[in-house]
């Protein structure tokens, strides 16, 4: 599960860090000429390590970063304690070291966080009662079993607030799953309804004819007509099923490549402009730069042929279609404009709905498949439109390495 899913959630994020970040530089200030200048440099390095990665893990959210940050949060708060012995706020941060593993919520990171701290500081205990004895650390040794038995304490709370979060986590996704599953339910025969629908039209039609020739079987005026309408009929049935297939089928076999955008993107630009130069539209493509994203290629293709085309279709003759494709953050955007006449808000709220379509001769399954596969390589794709001023529609999908 990613733990950024938008900007706001980013940023949090970098104001929290740098708020931690200048502490940790502060309580490296503040421990100057305490120690010896190996110490001294030891805890510099603690500082920049653990800097280091809780800038960076962003970039990556994976779960090798966060068991790094969870170690290093360990060894360093472990550090601060026998760096500085006397200063008494070492020994409770040490107690808040599972509440890094919290944040990530992985079970597996929390209970090796709790059964790694509380094994280290039984030892510790261990050591200050039989041969620190108060030395360096007084405050823990005036009242020994006092403190263990208030860090066993803070453990367990610890626990029992993880066990709690975490159950309710998984009842609430329970629930989610439960209801995808019943609007799935839903939805399917929706979309049987609407298949039926659709293949019913043309088959009546044809129907129609054949007992027509049943009962009058040496009529022969518009005969061939007859046949030429059966045969579109049909064809409108057969691309019915074969767009309805296309969403449904399991792609099993189908390999992630490392698809190059600009190659991708400009190859399909080359093939359906000559599309657009039939209704004298110019097709105008912008790089900021070159991407390289996770996604197999002929899927890409067909999702950019898709809304190009439905473009080029709502747009004027001489209109101009703007492709520009950029960075946004850890994501690649492939944004598509047009100068047609646009949607409305209600429009734009049932575009992806099988079977909706704005055109006259469209199965309404173009742009359901679109939003399967951008969903499929954790990608997004919106619209923005306006009744009169066209349509921009914007496709993202994750930057090869970014996730």
């Not at 000429?33 to 440099?41: C, D, P, W």
């Not at 009058?216 to 019915?240: C, D, P, R, Y």
């Amino acid at each position: 599960m990613k733990d950024f899913n938008s900007k706001s959630d980013f940023k949090f994020y970098r104001i929290l860090i740098t708020i931690i970040i200048i502490i940790m530089f502060w309580g490296f200030i503040y421990g100057y000429g305490r120690n010896t200048f190996e110490e001294y440099m030891f805890h510099l390095t603690l500082v920049l390590s653990l800097t280091f990665s809780l800038w960076t893990y962003p970039k990556s959210e994976s779960n090798l970063s966060k068991i790094i940050i969870v170690i290093e949060t360990i060894i360093y708060f472990y550090s601060l304690l026998f760096l500085y012995p006397e200063i008494f706020s070492s020994f409770m941060l040490i107690s808040l070291i599972p509440c890094v593993a919290i944040f990530f919520f992985i079970p597996n990171l929390f209970y090796f966080s709790i059964g790694i701290n509380i094994f280290i500081m039984t030892i510790f205990f261990i050591y200050v009662w039989v041969y620190d004895k108060g030395v360096y650390y007084s405050y823990i040794y005036t009242d020994i079993f006092g403190n263990y038995i208030n860090f066993l304490a803070s453990q367990a709370v610890f626990y029992l607030i993880f066990y709690l979060t975490y159950t309710r986590i998984l009842n609430q996704q329970y629930y989610y799953e439960q209801n995808q599953l019943a609007e799935r339910v839903k939805s399917s025969g929706q979309i049987a309804a609407a298949v039926a629908h659709e293949i019913r039209n043309p088959i009546t039609v044809v129907k129609g004819f054949i007992q027509l020739y049943q009962e009058n079987q040496k009529s022969t005026h518009g005969t061939h007509e007859h046949f030429s309408l059966m045969l579109e009929q049909l064809q409108i049935a057969e691309t019915v099923i074969s767009d309805f297939l296309e969403i449904s089928r399991p792609k099993e076999n189908i390999k992630n490549q490392s698809v190059n955008i600009k190659e991708a993107t400009q190859s399909v630009v080359d093939l359906i402009n000559s599309y657009a130069l039939l209704n004298n539209i110019t097709l105008n493509l912008i790089f900021e730069d070159n991407y390289t994203i996770n996604c197999n290629l002929i899927e890409f293709k067909q999702l950019l042929i898709n809304l190009i085309k439905n473009a080029i279709e709502a747009s004027p003759i001489g209109g101009l279609i703007t492709l520009n494709v950029k960075q946004n953050n850890n994501y690649m955007e492939i944004v598509i404009i047009d100068s047609g006449n646009g949607m409305t808000d209600e429009e734009l709220k049932s575009l992806g709905t099988p079977f909706y379509s704005l055109k006259s001769k469209g199965t309404g399954l173009g742009l359901t498949i679109c939003y399967n596969i951008v969903h499929k390589y954790n990608g997004s794709i919106d619209f923005k439109s306006k009744k009169g001023n066209g349509t921009v529609a914007t496709v993202r999908f994750p930057i090869k390495g970014s996730t």
